[in-house]
C-alpha cells in the first residue's frame, strides 16, 4: 500500500510531520480530516532505491491540466462560493473531488497559501502553466469588487465556449486527416512489399517500357533503398527542425501567423477562430470589470498570433491617445467592417462588452457552418486525389503487360 507523507496542524494548533498508508491520496486526506487534521501539504513518499513516484512527478510537470476539469472546477468553485462557504473549504472538497491529477496537486497548494494569508489570485499567479493570465486577471477583478462567484460562472462559460471551438474544428479536421494516413499506408504497403514482384517480373522482360512504368520501378527501387529512405528521413527531420527554430524567432512567427491567415481557404477559417476569440476574450474580460488597458495587454498575450498581438498594440496605443477602439481595429485590415462598426456602436453605447458576446457569437456560428462545408469539400477532393494515384499505379503495372500480349499475337 503506498505511503503518504503529511504536513498537518492538530486542534490545538500544533504542526505534525509524520507518515501514513492509504490506497490513495483522497483517502490519505479523509483519514486526516477525520483526525480533525488541518492539512497543509500531503503527498506520496517515494519508494527506497526505485524513486518512481520521483519519475512520474517530473513527467506530470509536462502534463497540461485538462480544459475540461478546469471548467468543471471553475463552476463548481462559483456555486460554492456563492453558497456562502468558506474559501479554504471550496478548495479542500474541490482538490478531493477533481480526478485530474495535475489540478489537484495545484488545488492543494493553492489551498495552502490562502490559508497562509494569500490571496486566491497572487496564489493562482504561482501556478501559470494551469491557471493563465486571463485566468488570475479576472480571478482579481472578482475579487476586487467583491463578486468573485460571478466572475468564476462567466470564466466557466468562456472556458466552455473556447473549448467547444476547439473541438469543433478538431472534430472536423480528424475525418480528412485519418483517411489521408490510412491511404499513404495502402501506398507505402503497395510500393514496398506488392509491387516490387511486378518489378521483377518487368525488368526480366525485353521490353521497352513506358514512362509511367519507369517512374514507378524507380518510386520502388528507392523506397527499398534504405540508404535513399534515410537520407530522406534525416532531410525531412532537419527541415521541420529548422522550420521549428525559424518560426520561434520573432519575425519567423511574425510570418507564418501571417501566412496561417493567408492561406487559401484554411487562412479564412483562422481568421474567424482568431476573431472569435479575440471578441470572446476581450467581452469577456470587460464584462468582469478588468480595466480596458489591462484587458488589452492580457487578449494580445492570449490571442496566440502575432498579428493580432500587433493589432491589440496598436489599438492600446490609441486608446492612450484618446481615440477609439473601433478605428485601429479598421485599418489593421484583419477585422470585417462589420467588426469595426458593432465596436464602435458598443463603445457609443457603453455596452462594447456585450456587443462583442455577439460579434463571437456570431462567428462561432460561422466557423461551424464554413467547417460543415469544409468537410463535405474535402472528402471529394482527397477521394479523387486517391483515384489518381491508384488508377496510376493500375495503368503503370497493366501497360507492359499489354504490350506484352501485343508481342505474343
Not at 132 to 159: I, P
Not at 329 to 348: D, H, K, R
Request: glycine letters at 8%.
Amino acid at each position: 500500500m503506498p505511503v503518504f507523507q503529511y504536513e498537518a496542524r492538530d486542534q490545538s494548533g500544533q504542526l505534525r510531520r509524520d507518515t501514513m498508508e492509504a490506497p490513495n491520496l483522497r483517502v490519505a486526506t479523509q483519514k486526516l480530516q477525520e483526525l480533525r487534521y488541518t492539512v497543509i501539504n500531503i503527498k506520496e513518499k517515494a519508494a527506497a532505491g526505485g524513486s518512481q513516484s520521483d519519475v512520474l512527478g517530473f513527467l506530470e510537470g509536462f502534463r497540461k491540466v485538462n480544459e475540461q476539469a478546469l471548467t468543471v472546477f471553475s463552476r463548481q468553485f462559483a456555486t460554492m462560493i456563492n453558497a456562502g462557504l468558506a474559501m479554504v473549504r471550496c478548495l479542500d472538497i474541490l482538490s478531493e473531488q477533481t480526478e485530474d491529477k495535475k489540478l489537484q496537486h495545484t488545488l492543494i497548494q493553492v489551498r495552502r497559501d490562502v490559508e497562509g494569508g494569500s490571496t486566491l489570485s497572487a496564489a493562482l499567479a504561482k501556478h501559470p502553466t494551469v491557471f493563465s493570465t486571463l485566468y488570475t486577471s479576472m480571478v482579481k477583478a472578482g475579487e476586487m469588487g467583491g463578486v468573485l462567484d460571478e466572475v468564476l460562472e462567466r470564466l466557466a462559460g468562456f472556458m466552455e465556449k473556447d473549448f467547444g471551438l476547439k473541438k469543433k474544428v478538431q472534430s472536423a479536421l480528424t475525418y480528412p486527416v485519418v483517411i489521408l494516413v490510412m491511404a499513404m499506408g495502402i501506398v507505402f504497403f503497395l510500393v514496398t512489399y506488392i509491387l516490387p514482384t511486378f518489378v521483377e517480373l518487368f525488368e526480366g522482360m525485353n521490353l521497352d517500357l513506358p514512362l509511367p512504368t519507369k517512374i514507378l520501378i524507380s518510386i520502388t527501387k528507392m523506397a527499398k533503398d534504405w540508404r535513399f529512405v534515410s537520407l530522406f528521413l534525416v532531410i525531412l527531420g532537419g527541415g521541420g527542425f529548422a522550420l521549428g527554430q525559424y518560426v520561434r524567432t520573432p519575425f519567423g512567427k511574425k510570418q507564418f501567423d501571417l501566412l496561417k491567415l493567408n492561406i487559401p481557404v484554411f487562412g479564412l477559417l483562422n481568421k474567424k477562430v482568431a476573431i472569435s476569440r479575440f471578441c470572446r476574450t476581450l467581452g469577456t474580460l470587460l464584462s468582469s470589470g478588468v480595466p480596458i488597458m489591462q484587458a488589452l495587454e492580457i487578449v494580445g498575450k492570449a490571442s496566440g498570433n502575432e498579428i493580432i498581438s500587433m493589432t491589440v498594440a496598436k489599438v492600446r496605443e490609441s486608446i492612450r491617445e484618446g481615440e477609439s477602439i473601433a478605428s485601429p481595429l479598421g485599418a489593421s485590415g484583419m477585422f470585417p467592417p462589420m467588426v469595426t462598426q458593432m465596436v464602435a456602436v458598443g463603445e457609443e453605447t457603453g455596452n462594447l462588452d456585450a456587443m462583442l458576446s455577439k460579434i463571437a457569437d456570431f462567428y462561432d456560428t460561422e466557423v461551424e457552418y464554413m467547417l460543415a462545408s469544409l468537410t463535405s469539400m474535402l472528402e471529394p477532393i482527397m477521394i479523387v486525389g486517391m483515384g489518381g494515384i491508384v488508377g496510376f499505379i493500375v495503368i503503370s503495372v497493366f501497360l507492359p503487360l499489354y504490350q506484352l500480349i501485343g508481342q505474343m499475337k
